[in-house]
């Protein structure tokens, strides 16, 4: 039951009718006997979204597509590696200011776990807030990147930053592990893919970000190539216990 005292989350974004962040969070916040809620706040209108988390002093915001770079300068205070990335996906409210941070790395790491990265290739679908982390925390493992985006300019922007080369054509290129980090394939959209089907092989290691449906068009044709499948509901996991330790650890416990 909702009442004066209860703590508001959010999430915000558009569109927001595939987000779990409302059934994760507030599940946790059970389990964990917190008086709390996580509502979802769909909007085109970012600055509007950010007027109404200063005015209900909204503790944690998940910060979901299109706004993860777009919201930045909305924001008093970006954590270092979030100014790195140059990508939110979490905005934490305390005495009236805002602060920014990004757990889509630790979720990445996450769902990575146990895959060799150093000296193999990596084919990096996208350009946007998510595919900043994705890159980042490749590179960082000592993996060469491969980015191919529908916008050239983007993915170049993205290489710059991070390392790594921009593919137009995959025809003569060879990857050990494929990450897709598009919206391509997300509900309601899920018999779309990113990557033609005859891309994919035995041997490589397919990460699909889309965590909704779980096992989206690109997992199924890889894991019918004999590829290894990593779904995005573990990142999804992993980005939102973060989330929720933040907000614990500068908002309630502080």
Known sequence: MITA???????IGF?????????????????RGYDAVLLAFESEDLASLVHTIRTLKIGLTAVT??????IIPFINDVDRLAKRLQSVNTVIQKDGKLMGFNTDYFGIEKALEGVELAGKTVLLLGAGGVAKPAAAFVTDCGAKLLCMNRNPVRATELVSEFGGHVVEDLTNENFDVIINATPVGLTPNVDESPLDAHFLRAGQVVFDIVYNPEETRLLREAKAAGAQTRSGLAMFKAQALEQIRLWETLVLHS
């Not at 005292?5 to 999430?11: F, P």
């Not at 927001?16 to 389990?31: D, I, R, T």
């Open 65 to 70: 597509l299109p706004f993860k770079e777009a």
């Open 15 to 31: 569109p927001l009718a595939h987000s779990l962040s409302p059934a994760f969070h507030n599940e946790e916040y059970v389990k």
């Open 5 to 11: 005292q209860t703590k508001l989350n959010a999430v």
